[in-house]
C-alpha cells in the first residue's frame, strides 16, 4: 500500500510505502492523507481534489516563470512587472546582439560582422586598397578601395539600424504596464 501525505490544499507532500502496520507508525494523528493500492503516475505532478475524492495533474506550466498555485489550481507568473521588464530587457539585447553580429547584406553578398570581422573591414577601408575579401559563406569577391569604404559605411549603418530597434523595444519595455505589453515588445 502507498500512503499519499498532502497538505490542505492538495499538494503532495510525501509518499511512503509498506503494509499497514508500518504507514501508521509513521502517520501523525494531524496528517492529511490517502491511501492507494498502486500509483500509475507522478503524484508530484498532481494535486488532490478533496471533493472529487480525486487526483488532478497540473499540466505543463506557460512558461519557465510559472509556478503552480495550489490554492487557485492555476499557474501562475509570481514575477513582479519589474522583473519581467528587465528580462524581456535582456532577451531583447542577446537579440539585438545576434543580429548585429550575425552578418549583414551589401551589393548582393552576405559579409561577417562579428567583432573580429568589424574591426577588419574598418581596417581595410581606411587601408584605401583593392582586396580579395571572404563573405561568410567562405566564398571571395573582389573589392575596390572604393567598395572597402562603402562596406564599412553599409556595416555602419546595419549597427545603427539594430541598435535604434533595440532602443525602440527598450522604450516601449519601459513605457509598458502590463505583463502582457511588455510580452508583446519584439525588437
Not at 567598395?147 to 513605457?175: C, S
Amino acid at each position: 500500500m502507498i500512503r499519499v501525505f498532502l497538505n490542505p490544499l492538495g499538494r503532495v507532500l510525501r509518499t511512503i510505502s509498506g503494509d499497514i502496520d508500518n504507514l501508521n507508525i509513521n502517520t501523525l494523528g494531524s496528517d492529511i492523507y490517502v491511501d492507494l493500492s498502486e500509483i500509475s503516475f507522478d503524484v508530484y505532478q498532481h494535486y488532490y481534489d478533496f471533493a472529487a475524492e480525486a487526483f488532478v495533474g497540473l499540466g505543463e506550466p506557460p512558461s519557465i516563470h510559472h509556478t503552480f498555485d495550489y490554492t487557485t489550481k492555476q499557474w501562475i507568473d509570481p514575477r513582479t512587472i519589474d522583473e519581467i521588464k528587465a528580462q524581456k530587457w535582456a532577451e531583447v539585447k542577446q537579440q539585438r546582439d545576434r543580429l548585429e553580429f550575425g552578418g549583414f547584406e551589401f551589393e548582393g553578398n552576405i559579409y561577417d560582422s562579428d567583432q573580429v570581422s568589424q574591426g577588419r573591414i574598418m581596417g581595410a577601408a581606411v587601408a584605401g586598397v583593392d582586396q580579395v575579401w571572404t563573405l561568410a559563406d567562405n566564398t571571395t569577391v573582389e573589392l575596390s578601395a572604393s567598395q572597402l569604404q562603402q562596406l564599412y559605411q553599409a556595416l555602419q549603418l546595419h549597427i545603427a539600424e539594430v541598435h535604434a530597434r533595440g532602443r525602440a523595444a527598450r522604450q516601449l519595455i519601459f513605457e509598458a504596464e502590463t505583463k502582457e505589453q511588455v510580452e508583446a515588445v519584439q525588437l
